[in-house]
């Protein structure tokens, strides 16, 4: 899986953060990053060092101090990932199949129809997540 990681030094690690990457994981990755420049800058940094910081994904301070902002490579394909995979089959079953028996299926899982929909609806948007 992907992740955006924020990580934190001072002369030796401190912490590492990891979201996923999707847009909710970078938004929650950039707002820590920037949470933590605020917290350790001094002074404060304006809006436009704020955005510099973001972009290049690194802060660092005279007092070795040093904050990363960086995203993770896969490190096996998504064909290989039988989590995606099945979270894929799914959501394609349940865009192409018009006759899916939707009876057989609440009674085989013991849900309501209901909640086979949120399901496939929750799923759903995981898959579009997954595929950014």
Known sequence: MNTVNVIEYN????????FPD???????AE??????????????????????YLENGIYSDENGYELYLTHSTESEPKWEDSYIQAIRLIAEIEATQEKLDIK???ESMDLEEEQLNELFNRLQMEWEEIKG
Do not use: W
Not at 22 to 28: C, E, H, S
Not at 34 to 50: C, F, G, I, S, W
């Open 22 to 28: 999707t847009k909710a994981g970078n938004d929650k």
């Open 104 to 106: 057989a299926l609440c």
């Open 11 to 18: 002369e030796t690690p401190i912490s590492l953060r990891a």
């Open 31 to 52: 707002d820590l990053f920037a949470h933590l420049v605020n917290e350790n800058a001094d002074p404060k940094p304006t809006q436009e060092d704020m955005e510099m």
